[in-house]
């Protein structure tokens, strides 16, 4: 009997990856991995991404850890180093790196480095999060141009805010910033997030950095993965370790929350919050049994959801138990828990066992 399981589906993953390139075959791409691939295994989607020109992580360590296992493809830190002691580390690891604020420019011309930083210099177009400010870009670029620890030429970027809302201006506003600050420099260009690879097609430029749709998740709330061809890659699971009746009036779980309406079975699956389940999923949430739709009652535990199997359950004991992934979206159950699948796929924890398919 399995319990907490990711599986990771490979194929999907490669048929996604094929899905970018088909979308922007002009653009490179640098795949997003940070957060552990978001939730689906650092090193061994990294192993997979074989067509991929870069990758791209938040954190220096994430970078490392890619090293660690072997991965030689050049890797960039989308978030920037922090210290000037980080700067040898990336030279020495062939690490490439944001640079976004001035503190980062005085820091790389203050520095004496064995040889050239690969720099992608990020300007703020509207997102208002990272990125030296329009006005300063020229001298950014300039301090950075005449450095001998940079390589040349540098490769330019921006960020949406919006990118996810098609009919929203301020993605085109945000293109036409970018356009302006960067039409008389030669290094390549990137905007794109997945929502802008699908939705703006004027954002793919030199190379596009899609992460959530590689993973097969929409990255746009009014369409389907399906419907832009995208297959999940993980498909998180657990059995059923319990089914026992109750009657009418009768509660279920933490806080007596739930009550039974009429007679009935509950069924209990070995996974929960622990694991990665958000705890505010509410009554009604499905999950998929045997190709059956149950829904979930009564609240979240650290190790346990309750369904509700009705008068008379064909489902047995140890029986598994989709509660995303193939046949039931993760967007869905992002809608009800009332947050984003980013977040429920990097929330998956150690407990969770990933099974490579
Ligand atoms: C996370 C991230 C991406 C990928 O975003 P998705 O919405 O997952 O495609 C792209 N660019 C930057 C700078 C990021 O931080």
Known sequence: MI?????????????????????????????????????????????????????GVARIDEALALRAGGIVKPIVLLEGFLHAQDLPILVANNIQTVVHIPHQIELILSTKLESPLNVW??????????GVAPAFFEEAYHWLNQSKNVHQPMRLMTHFA???????????????????LTSNHVGEKTMANSAAVIA?????????????????????SELTAAELHL?????LKSSLIAIRPIKKGESVGY????VAQQDTNIGVIAIGYGDGYPRNAPSGTPVLINGRIVLL???VSMDMITIDLGSNPTEQLGDEVVLWGDGLPVEEIARLAETIPYELL???????KCLYL
């Not at 210099?121 to 990272?130: F, P």
């Not at 297959?231 to 498909?235: D, G, H």
């Not at 806080?255 to 739930?258: D, E, L, N, S, V």
């Not at 929330?347 to 969770?352: A, L």
Request: neutral net charge.
């Open 3 to 55: 319990t907490a399981t990711a599986e990771i589906n490979l194929t999907a993953l490669q048929h996604n990856f094929a899905q970018v390139k088909q979308i922007a075959p002009q653009s490179k791409v640098l795949a997003v991995l940070k957060a552990n691939a978001y939730g689906h295994g650092l090193v061994p989607i990294a192993e997979q991404l074989k067509d991929a020109d870069s990758f």
């Open 121 to 130: 210099l990020k300007v703020d177009t509207g997102m208002h999060r990272l």
């Open 162 to 180: 919006c990118a996810d809302e098609s009919d929203n201006d301020k993605t085109q506003q945000q293109i036409a910033l970018f356009e302006q």
């Open 200 to 220: 703006w097609p004027n954002a793919r430029a030199d190379w596009v950095r899609p992460g959530l749709m590689l993973y097969g998740v929409s990255p746009i």
């Open 231 to 235: 297959s999940p890659v993980m498909t």
């Open 255 to 258: 806080g007596a929350a739930w």
């Open 297 to 299: 009652v009564g609240r």
């Open 346 to 352: 990097c929330n998956i924890t150690q407990r969770v």
